[in-house]
Structures are given as structure tokens and as C-alpha cells.
């Protein structure tokens, strides 16, 4: 990491909590905000990945935390909020990001798995968001982020409880929006498709992998750099990539059985898992 700090007034003196900080995604959005002075609280299971990017953070003389949680226990969430208030106190920025799936024939998923993925992708950030905004109700200042898919727009076969899990997130968001939209509290869901990480390799079997390496993946910086434009310029939704392709998931539900059949053709049944 470079040893530098850009500067833009919006961010001076902010702090921000980003889950999923340890790899991908989440590391990139952590990196990209503390460039610009943000102090950056990372969460993740892995404490000694999220030890290595506090330690480089710190060395480009910005400040940041590790805060280790399993997102699939709330007691481990409530803990790791304790310890956030207890370092940093209040929160400007909250970023949910944390979030996995798998792209397997219904019999293949377990429940346990159905399971965690629904706490992981849901209610850890339900958890978040109600530990969080009352205090930035009360300053009246705050913007929530949740990193969410295309997949919570349109269910594209073999991964039902991924889609439900961002589908849910959505709803909740969209109807939390509401009730925040006459306050300085922003609360923003920003959509992507296949991202070049390793949930990509994780979820989904070689052959996916192997067609759409034809396509163009996004990149986690690409997302870190829509993050950073979206706190900058509150909207309620945001794309990662043309906002076509959040037109055209809309849209399938319009004629949800046309839809259907050519979602279909896309998407072959799995075959051998990557992982």
C-alpha cells in the first residue's frame, strides 16, 4: 500500500466500519476510504489477515482497527460492536459487505448451509443497521452501504437461497429508505455482478467460471471506487458497471416467464465444484 493520503472535506474526520474487510471486496473499500483519511474499522473471521491490512494501514500513517466476528453468531456481531464503540465511539460510515453463496442443485445445499448463508448475507447487517442507526438518528448525520447483487433482483436458477438472502436485503433497505428520507441519515444499496475474488471460485462450479471468464469481471477496486462515490453523492441505489444491467434485472420481472427461459439458457446446471 502506498505510502500516501488523499484529502476531500467530506471524509475528515469520519470513521467507518466495513465487514468482510479481510480479503476482496471489503479490503479494497477499507484501503480505498482510509487513502482518504477515513479511520476504518475492518471485520472479518480472520484476525490475522485482518492484522496484516491494519499493519500496512498504519504504516501509510492513517488509523484503522481489527475487530474479528463470526457474522453467523449475533452474540460474536453484538461483541464486536461493543469493542467498534469502545475504540472508535460513533460511526459515520457502515458498510456491509460480508456475504457468500453457493450455485448448486437444491439437493447439494444443506440447510446448515441455507442457514448461514441467510444470517451472513441478512441479519448480520439487519444487526448492524439497528446497533448503529439510532446514534446517527440522533446526530442526524450517517450513511449505511450495503453491497448487494443482481441476484436480489432476479433469481437466476440453482442458487434460491443466495437470491433470497439478497432479495431480502433489498426489500429492507428499500422500506427502511422511506422512513429515512426527510433525515441526513443515508442508507444506499450498490449492485454488481461477477466480481474477480474468490467468492467467485467459491460459489460457483469450474465450468460457470470457465463461460463468463469470457465476459468481463469487475474488480474489487471497481467497487471500492463506486462505494467512495456514492458516500460522496447519496443515492439510494447504485451500480457497479452500467446501470443497464440493473434495468435489464428489473425487467425480468415484468414477464417472469420469458425471463425464465432465457435465464435458463445462461445458466447450465453445475457441474464440478471450483472449490
Known sequence: M???????????????????????????????????????????????????IVSNISQSGNQAIALQSDLRD???????????????????????????GVRRLWKDIPLKMELEMTAVNYLAPVILIRQFLPDMLHRDMGHIININSFAGIYTAPYQGAYAASKSALVSYATSLSYELEKTNVHLSSIYLGPTDTDFIKSAHDSDWVDKHKKNKFNTPKDVAKVVLSTLLNPKESAVVGSDLALLAARLTNLNPRLASKLIEKMHTPPQKLSM
Open 2 to 52: 502506498k505510502n500516501q493520503k488523499k484529502t476531500h472535506a467530506s471524509f475528515r474526520g469520519k470513521k467507518a466500519l466495513v465487514t468482510g474487510a479481510s480479503r476482496g471486496i471489503g479490503k479494497a473499500i477499507a484501503e480505498e476510504l482510509s487513502s482518504y483519511g477515513v479511520r476504518v474499522a475492518l471485520l472479518a473471521r480472520s484476525k490475522d489477515k485482518l492484522n496484516e
Open 74 to 100: 449475533k452474540e460474536s456481531i453484538l461483541a464486536a460492536v461493543i469493542e467498534y464503540k469502545k475504540q472508535f465511539g460513533s460511526l459515520d460510515f457502515l458498510v456491509n459487505n460480508a456475504g457468500f
